[in-house]
């Protein structure tokens, strides 16, 4: 069975991008495919950061991907920190990856250059991300264009690593999700719904209130006809309405275009389906919330278990890399 493995950077509020684009899919592989959910904390600790707000958010991450369904006995679920060997792979892997490659990550040069103060593991992170991919033999990861080239870098890192000290790592590949999976900002149809919009206007967040979804849903940009058809080109608002109750109902976003004469019949189905998929979320996060230590000890048991697996690939590497076993 090949193995996915999917990781949350713990910053900015998840929204309904990410349950659509990632979330949801895992739950609904999580049965028949080998799944690995992390919550990347120490990706978090690659720009600047507040300690508190990182502490809140892994938790807060941890009970959203339970609530919406994430089976800590199905899947492997753990918060990257808690499996050291996450750090000490990527040591491993650094040694095996040149300056340059990891300087010519546009993802680095786009971030450092709108930063005055560069931390090092922001050059250094697609290695852990590497080390994330690499630890658990992961066959697949699903990302979006923005991060198909970390993927390479594991890929061209995993080749290496095994053609010089021997076979090693399983050789990942990335699996980009299909187009419509991309949820646009309701406010600006012509970017992608995302943790780190400038503004939460046009986000819908997972926790955002039954009627805070509705409004900001209302009050999606359209356009100036009031055609509702699907075509992501020229009417982005109203494909990316389109793409959302599809993805709500199960359905398909060209037919479901017929079923609408105007924006506002549209809208008010949009919200319906919205609310929806995401009030039952909302409620089953409250009550897991009120319980943090029960998320504790599901995050505890996660990483025990991903240590077993984590532990012995981290032996293999480190043998076959020279260094003497204890
Ligand atoms: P950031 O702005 O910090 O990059 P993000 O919203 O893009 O945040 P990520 O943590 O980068 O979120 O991605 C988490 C997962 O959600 C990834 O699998 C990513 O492909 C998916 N995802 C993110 N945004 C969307 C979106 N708008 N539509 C569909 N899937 C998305
Ligand atoms: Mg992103």
Redesign the pocket.
């Known amino acids: 069975m090949s193995r996915r493995l999917?990781g949350?950077?713990p910053?900015?509020d998840l929204?309904l991008?990410?349950y659509?684009?990632?979330i949801a899919p895992i739950i609904a592989k999580q049965a028949v495919t080998d799944t690995v959910v992390f919550i990347s904390d120490l990706h978090s600790l690659t720009l600047e950061h507040d300690p508190a707000e990182v502490r809140r958010r892994t938790l807060e991450f941890a009970t959203i991907l339970l609530a919406a369904g994430a089976d800590p006995e199905a899947a492997l679920f753990l918060v990257q920190s808690h499996v050291p060997e996450h750090t000490e792979l990527h040591y491993l892997l650094e040694c095996a990856t040149g300056y340059g490659e990891a300087q010519r990550m546009i993802q680095f040069k786009e971030k450092s250059g709108r930063q005055n103060q560069v931390r090092m593991s922001l050059l250094t992170y697609p290695i852990l991300m590497a080390a994330d991919i690499l630890l658990y033999d992961t066959d697949e990861v699903?990302?979006?264009e923005?991060?198909s080239q970390h993927v390479e870098l594991a890929r061209d890192v995993a080749q290496r690593f095994n053609t010089r000290y021997g076979p090693t790592f399983t050789v990942p590949r990335a699996v980009n999700?299909p187009v419509a999976?991309?949820?646009?900002d309701l406010a600006s149809p012509g970017d992608?719904?995302?943790?780190?919009?400038p503004s939460a206007a046009g986000v819908l967040r997972l926790l955002d209130e039954p009627d805070v979804l509705r409004r900001k849903v209302m009050r999606a940009v359209t356009d100036t006809d009031s055609v509702v058809i699907y075509d992501p080109e020229r009417k982005p608002g109203v494909s990316n309405l389109l793409a959302i109750l599809a993805a709500c109902t199960g359905d398909e976003p060209q037919r479901l275009a017929g079923r609408f004469d105007r924006y506002g019949e549209l809208k008010e189905a949009v919200a319906d389906a919205v609310v929806a998929t995401l009030a039952p979320l909302r409620d089953r996060y409250l009550r897991l919330a009120d319980d943090p230590r029960h998320v504790q000890a599901v995050l505890r048991a996660g990483a025990d278990r991903a240590r077993g697996l984590a532990g012995a690939k981290v032996r293999q590497a480190k043998a076959a890399i020279g260094l003497l076993p204890g």
């Open positions: 999917t949350f950077t910053s900015g929204h991008g990410n659509i684009g990632a699903p990302v979006g923005d991060q999700p999976a991309r949820i646009m992608k719904m995302s943790k780190s919009a």
